[in-house]
Nanobody, 119 residues
Framework: QVQMVESGGGEVQAGGSLRLSCAASGIFAGMNTMAWYRQAPGKQRELIASITSGGMTIYADTVRGRFTISRENAKNSVYLQMISLKPEDTAVYYC?????????????WGRGTQVTVSS
C-alpha cells in the first residue's frame, strides 16, 4: 500500500525557516514525480512544489525563490526546505506522488504536518 508520512512542521515567526520531510512507502520515490501540497484553513489543497525522477523542479509562484524541494533516494524521502516564511504560508502540508493512478493517489495521502507562521 502506498503511504506518505510527513513531519517537520511547527510554529515559527515570520521570516523563519522550517524543513519538512516526507517518508514514502509502497513506491520508489526516486522513480516517481513527487510533490508537496498545502491546504490552508477554508481553502482547497494546492500543489506548491514538485520534483521529477530526473530532478526537474517546478514551484508555484507563491513559493518560488523561498521553498526548495529535494529528494533522497536512499531514504525514499522527499524534503521541503522553507525560508523567509510568511503568515500566509500557514497550512497543513502534505506530500504525494501526482503521477499515481487516481485510486492509489487518493489513499496515499498522509496526515500532513502543520506549519504555523506568526507575524
Amino acid at each position: 500500500q502506498v503511504q506518505m508520512v510527513e513531519s517537520g512542521g511547527g510554529e515559527v515567526q515570520a521570516g523563519g525557516s522550517l524543513r519538512l520531510s516526507c517518508a514514502a512507502s509502497g513506491i520508489f520515490a526516486g522513480m516517481n514525480t513527487m510533490a508537496w501540497y498545502r491546504q490552508a484553513p477554508g481553502k482547497q489543497r494546492e500543489l506548491i512544489a514538485s520534483i521529477t525522477s530526473g530532478g526537474m523542479t517546478i514551484y508555484a509562484d507563491t513559493v518560488r525563490g523561498r521553498f526548495t524541494i529535494s529528494r533522497e533516494n536512499a531514504k525514499n524521502s522527499v524534503y521541503l526546505q522553507m525560508i523567509s516564511l510568511k503568515p500566509e504560508d500557514t497550512a497543513v502540508y502534505y506530500c504525494n506522488a501526482p503521477s499515481l493512478a487516481p485510486s492509489l493517489l487518493a489513499v496515499a495521502w498522509g496526515r500532513g504536518t502543520q506549519v504555523t507562521v506568526s507575524s
